[in-house]
């Protein structure tokens, strides 16, 4: 490995084709970046992709001030994307005469939906060769897909309501064939896109009305939608957990939704505050029982593990407040902002979070290294001579 | 080197000016901090300079100053046979160090001038107070002035019109264009003497003429202008030698104050203040409790003010309060308006880590009490960051290896140190105390503060002692 001055380089990977564009920023800030400039062990280099696909780096985003000014983008404009290189580990490489290059030791996604946390960045970080924080890439393709993760857990006999989903090929061709299906569901319904997160696009529908209008949303935003029962009265709770092998949860959390459905606003934005994930409509710990807390950490390692997530991931699950059935909704594979807040009240620093995540990747890259992915054979010499077995 | 090439940096000049500013304009300062300091660049690191008119000019001044210097320096040097370009370079090459003189003599000269024009101003104050009907309240002492004056004006406003200078308004101009502001009506007025040199509280007493006095403690601050803690403590009495037979309360938790105080004055301290004796006391994150019993009847009250230091004083400001006429009950409720003020011992929540603030309590006593109040909150994990103290002269060894004892003592779980010439002391004091817990070391404040949020973790107690100003570092 390089050393930059002595400490190691860390790339820190944000922004992204993704309707979670603007979370991804704050998630690579509020945390990450400022934590790893106030341990003053590594040198960051913050990654910035932009919602057309370009990829730019440059230190003065390090602050999340940069991405508060009014011309930032035109700023960016002026900036030459960088390109990647995969020659000697993984590269950033900024082009011109005068271009340079910089290797990089770790990498920390910072990416959520579409492109960055579904896995697709992930693959990419594995061809390149370099440790990367967080999940990998088949726990994040699976949790990215709602119904896929509805399907693994519930294959490995965990509780999840029920269900109808369908692309969107499928409901212009046969929608009445998905209506019926649907209504054998119990209204009223959850009507979500299947790829996004941060609640984007998801709606309660009661009424036909509102089930069609809820669709056409959903639709808009993804090619897949799922319809799910609604569980009332509900009690949201979600848990962020984090381990390779041996896994740790924070603490069980319990969104306090200022409206019907914990939105996007909500999470984000109802405090008025930029410290990543809205905190104040939230209950850490949440105030259930110790035997439904139990359960339900329990049922969320087992999830996690199920996928095979690592580094960090956070279960969202529905409680029936009256029945105390418990069920697993989703998934979360980057955790806004990294759950942080939840982190701290379960006695993590941002410190102790950030830098364990890094040791949690690299035990992990340690070990896929050790791992036998090639063999020597002499199947080509074989071909054209004798049939080959 | 770097320090000497720091002379010919183009900031330099502003440097200096902005550490004039930082020294209030004290000549004197200005040149100690100058014959101190090595490295002349990175020193505006907390605050800026304020383009005032007054800082505009001793720009123009520094840079006339400069030319002009190096022309005499060049001048001088050509006419001792030196060829004229070498005279040059001389020229520039002694400038730099005879421009921090120059401003030296400038600002004596201004001082001078300012003389005339403050007396005046200090001389229609006086008048103005001499006519006015209210009592007079002065406070002195090395530290805790603003809190004793905050706690008097909290408690005695619950039944008379009381006006005290806010901010550190202690010097006779600072008093004077307080006393501008006066309306005529008010029944209290609270002065905070300032005790820079001997004969300064003396001078405050004839101007202000106060009718009561407290003293609130005397330890090491400001001993490099004072040189002996029985100096400093001659000049804070000065106080009650005005006073006379006048009521003077002394606060006797301080062990100075004891041994310099008469018989005849009224001490206060964790058991009470004249007729307010006090019963029972708790403290924590929330406020103290106070249990009084006064004419047989018990008070309870409870103040936002945070530590068991601020027992004494309130009881001397419920025995002045009662004996200026106010009830019982109306001094309960002033003692319930009290609260913690301005970075001192100011608490506040930020994402569940309880960061309390102490930032202008930068004396050993202050130190201590900050400390003890840690002591108190058990079962939280305690943090305490500290650059350490200025001003304390050759006692700083002994001062900050006791500080570093008490935290050791105290069990603080992490002591955040700011490298410089005094902070290893406090290792120091700790390591000898076999302290358990980390001790973590950042070389500027800064650095502190922006790691310090991604360190903590709910419910954490954050105390942060004194913050130097650049003119410290």
Redesign the interface.
Known sequence: MRYYGGMKSIAVIFGGRSAEHDVSIITAHIPIIETLLATREYNVWPVYISKEGKWYCDQRMNELGFFKQPDWEAQLSEMKPVSLSFTAGFEIVWPGVFGKSQKIDIVFPSMHGTFGEDGSLMGLLRMANVPFVGCDIFASAVAMDKVLTKEVVAAEGMPVVPYVWFTQAQWKADADHFRTKIKQLKAPYFVKPVHLGSSIGIAKAKTDAELENAIEVALHYDDKVLVEEAVEPLLEITLPLMGNDDVRAAQCERPLNTSELFDFNDKYLSSGKSSGVNNAYSEIPAKISEELTRQIKDLGIRVYRTLGCSGIARVDFLVNDSTKEVFVNEVNTLPGSLYHHNWKASGVSNRDLVLELIRLAQERFASQKSRTYAFKSDILKKVGGPKVQ | MKGLLSRYHPLYIRTLIYMMQANEYYPREFLAWYHRTFDFSAIEKRKHLVYTPKAVLLILFAWGSFVFSAGMSAYVAFETGVPGVISAIIGILFAPFLVPYSLFVLMLFLNALQIPVEWYIVARAKRVLKKHPAVKIAVAGSYGKTTMREILKSVLSSGKRVAAPGGSHNTPLGIAKFVEQLRGDEEVLIFEFGEYYPGDIMRLCKFVEPQWGVITGINEAHLERFKTVDRAAATIFELARYLKDKPVYVNADNELVRAHAATTHIRYDAHGAGDWQVVAAETGIEGTSIDFKHDEAVLRARSKLLGLHNVGPIAAAADIASKLGLTDEQIRLGIERTKPFDHRLQPRLD???VMIDDSYNGNPDGARVAIEFLRTLQGRRRWYVTPGLVEMGSRKQEVHETIGRELAQAHIEKVVLLRNSVTPYIAKGLQESDYKGEIVWFDEAL?AY??L???????DVVLIQNDWPDQYF
Not at chain 2, 453 to 459: A, L, R
Request: aromatic share 0%; no cysteine.
């Open positions: 994402g569940g880590v650095a922006r790691a949020p991604t360190m903590t973790v709910s419910g």
